[in-house]
């Protein structure tokens, strides 16, 4: 495939992107049926390596997002091009709706606002609801109810198949991604040269899209930095499937300043999670989960949905929101050096990330200057990997079930090592295909899975055998 | 989407499931359909390619993957439809089984089911380690499934945690396959298994600490060190893996999520003196009541169960109300955990089986209707099977309850 091809020397891009987060994967798609010549580079050994590995998986109306930002307007364009695009791409929307619970007098006194806010934000189907018509959306929430906001078009997505299909999108278009490659420098004299790790190449165009690397970034792009990425970390527990039985709607609790606080949430692929948290940190890298901290987070699960008790924990995650020293997100336009930052997109860029895509290829101009010939879009159909639409093991043929928890076959497997950009590492293959994320954790299918996988990916499951027995 | 119908389906094919099977047919039982999602039969013996089973059952000692091939010979000899790569995807009500096989997805229903899918071992996520998630953390099941089936290993120098049976088999496999335990670690206060585990990895020249755990995985792709906390000390190994072994938990997810009930003691489905769940359509045999046994007592077990459904089929479903259990802390759980008046079939679960959930000294002692009718002074140990004859008036009760006094 294009991607694996070193690109020619003397060839020039239309568009670079720097970072294959959601927000990177999305603006290439844009560029690439815009008609632009892109290439896609991401340091990681696959995409989504950054903040958009770890996140709670909503696809936000933005009912409480700021008035008149470009964070609400953009999180409103890229959730209508969502709802537009996904069933043509086979991606899932689970239609959950979510109850913003106020359980003390004081929190249900600020859901009024809570809901004019949502009014003037566009979002009219927003209302406030008693206890009892709470219970009757949501009959797993805990007694003790004061009051809640029931937000209907508040929904759940595949936070990795999305952006992936919109990476696959921008391949099929013959848009280039390089991975393991980044980007150290770059210098512009009408053009620019980019430094990186797999040499050097030439753009007319940069978006930088290095979420929380997005200051360095620009600082090694010459620029003034004009914001500072200060991580966030979030933890999550993800509990066993049993738990979809006991909660089908998301759990919000009435959000501070700070945070939008700890969710109670099902996901897509039929687990219920809870999180995230909301901890400062310097640390760019590492994003550890902390054993108290996840015994809190299944204690607060339980609190809000008593069924919740006694279900196993299957995984724990920790994600990092490229949060800046502003609240808002700092998209930054230089067309003198054409280039443009997208950046600190903290905690709605999933959401976002189709609407920041056409905010950008609005910045940039190209398209109206006719500088491109845009393409119809090409016709990809992601994997269904979400519980409420069929998945390969009910179909026939699969070969046979690999991954028992989570069901996924030898199949789905050998398509995703084969697809046009199979999974770099075994994050990535989880991501594409879910094996190994289940309760037992891989002590059916690691094995399997490291054998299968050999020789494709980055810290392989199996060691080098040297003379072992 | 096909249906077809059984007298008995049995899900799983370990040792417990081959018994039940046997022991059916035996009995003149008719249609007896087994289901496996794996290739082969033999569950969880087929990881273990040095320990010695069938010498109860089959009077001889085989290595774990010659045992699956001797119950596949049985099964073959007693005329069972084994059903390789079907795995059961939910229970019904009404005893039908969604099943997904590589034709597809298929309904399958049985006047009786049987459910013997075994256990697995607690996960790092499950037991909610610290730290980052770099490859190379795994569990004994799946290291040995690494060697047994694929000749790979997942790590050269892995430390390892807990100090139950399995935890000798990780170690062992460990030695014979050229990896190197940095350690073994045990959170308590004592070994699970006692007496091995404190000479045997130190014989080999390999740390065995109590009181200590891991409270820091270090690692950006593959695990580099791990920080341990033994006793007040802090400190550093540096290590390429982390083995979890142990802390058996019953793969009863089918029931959880079929919305069948699940005993929060043992992790299995609750079950009575016959081995009958709560819906007296299913019963359940072997590891998946309760924590791990041997592959001997999952044989035993299935073969007793598959004796009672055997004799079961011939009547209705007999659903009275069961009476449960109780217990006291800390106590961790009682199989069976239900009792059911009037039904005395042959076979079934003949004693309670009993096991602690922490370290204590004290007595034990058996209720029935108020009045004790058993006790034992002792000091018992976590992890340990406690098996007391069950006595036949807990039959006719209404109140069976294992109480403890301890003593300081
Ligand atoms: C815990 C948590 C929960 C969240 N929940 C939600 C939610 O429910 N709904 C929602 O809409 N949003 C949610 N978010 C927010 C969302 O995940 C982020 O806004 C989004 O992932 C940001 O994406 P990004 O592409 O900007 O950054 P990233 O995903 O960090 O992508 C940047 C990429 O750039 C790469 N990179 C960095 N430097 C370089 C370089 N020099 N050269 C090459 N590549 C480089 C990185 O490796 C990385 O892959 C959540 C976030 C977190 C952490
Ligand atoms: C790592 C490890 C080491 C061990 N070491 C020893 C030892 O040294 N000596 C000893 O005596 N015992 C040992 N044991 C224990 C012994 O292997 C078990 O006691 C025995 O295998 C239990 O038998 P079982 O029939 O209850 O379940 P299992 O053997 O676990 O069989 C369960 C079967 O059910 C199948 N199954 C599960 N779910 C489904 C589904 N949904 N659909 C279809 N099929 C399904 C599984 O594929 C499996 O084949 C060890 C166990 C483990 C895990």
Known sequence: MSMQQPHPRNDIFDVAIIGAGVVGCAVARRFALAGAKVVLLEKGSDILSGASKANSAILHTGFDAPKGSLELALVQAGRREYLDIHAGMNLPLVETGALVCAWTQDEAARLEAIAEQGRENGVTSVRLVTPTEALSIEPGLSDGLVAALHVPDEHVIDPWSAPLGYVNQAIALGAVVLRQCEVRAGSFDGEWRLETSKGDLRTKFVINAAGLFGDYVDTRLGFEPEFQIKPRKGQFIVLDKAASRQLKTIILPVPNEITKGVVVCPTAFGNILVGPTAEEQDDRNRATVEHDTLEGLVAQGVKLVPGLAHIPVTAVYAGLRPASDKKEYRVIARPELNAITLGGIRSTGLSSALGLAQHALKLHGGSERGEFAPRAAPDVRMPNLAESRMRDWQAEGHGEIVCHCEMVTKREIEAALNSALPPGDFGGLRRRTRAGMGRCQGFYCNSRLAEMSSGCLANPLAIEQEGGK | ?408
Not at chain 2, 43 to 60: D, I, N, Q, Y
Not at chain 2, 78 to 94: F, K, P, Q, T, W
Not at chain 2, 181 to 197: D, F, K, M, Q, T
Not at chain 2, 336 to 359: C, H, M, V
Request: hydrophobic share 40%.
């Open chain 2, 1 to 408: 989407m096909t249906h077809s119908s059984s007298d008995v389906i049995i899900i799983g094919g370990g040792p417990s499931g081959v018994a039940a099977a046997i022991a059916m047919r035996k009995a003149g039982v008719g249609k007896i359909t087994l289901l496996e999602r794996e290739q082969h039969l033999g569950g969880a013996t087929r990881h273990c390619s040095h320990s010695p089973f069938g010498m109860l059952e089959f009077g001889r000692v085989y290595i774990g993957s010659a045992y699956g091939k001797r119950l596949e010979m049985e099964a073959e000899r007693y005329d069972i439809d084994v059903r390789y790569g079907h795995s059961v995807a939910s229970l019904g009500e009404d005893g039908r089984l969604l099943v997904s096989s590589h034709t597809g997805l298929e309904t399958l229903a049985a006047k009786r089911v049987l459910v013997t899918t075994g256990v697995r071992e607690t996960t790092r996520a499950a037991r909610m380690v610290t730290g980052d998630r770099p490859v190379g953390v795994v569990t004994t099941g799946s290291l040995q499934s690494y060697v047994a089936f694929h000749n790979l290993m997942p790590f050269r120098r892995p430390v390892i945690v807990g100090s139950e049976l399995v935890t000798l088999s990780a170690i062992w496999t460990c030695l014979s396959h050229g990896a190197r335990p940095v350690a073994v670690l045990e959170p308590g206060p004592h070994a699970l298994v006692g007496a091995p585990l404190n000479w045997f990895p130190s014989m080999m020249g390999i740390p065995f600490h109590r009181n200590a755990e891991i409270i820091d995985i270090l690692g950006a792709g593959r695990v580099e060190s791990v920080k341990i906390k033994r006793g007040d000390v802090i400190e550093t190994l540096e290590c390429d893996g982390v083995l979890f072994s142990g802390q058996f938990t019953p793969e009863a997810s089918l029931f959880q999520t079929s919305g069948l009930n699940v005993n929060w003691g043992s992790g299995g489905p609750a079950v009575d003196q016959d081995g009958r769940c709560e819906n007296p359509i299913y019963f359940a045999a072997g590891n998946v009541l309760r924590a791990v046994e041997t592959g001997g007592w999952a044989f035993r077990e299935g073969r007793s169960v598959g004796m009672a459904i055997a004799s079961d089929i011939l009547g209705d479903v007999s659903g009275t109300a069961p009476v449960k259990v109780t217990y006291d802390q800390p106590i961790k759980l009682v199989v069976p955990n239900l009792i059911r008046s009037g039904t005395s079939l042959p076979g079934g679960l003949k004693d309670f089986q009993l096991r602690f959930a922490r370290y204590a000294k004290g007595t034990l002692f058996l209720t029935v209707d108020g009045r004790e009718v058993w006790q034992r002074r002792g000091t018992w140990h976590p992890e340990k099977r406690i098996t007391v004859t069950r006595p036949d008036k807990t039959r006719s009760a209404e109140n069976i309850h294992f109480g403890f006094r301890g003593e300081g």
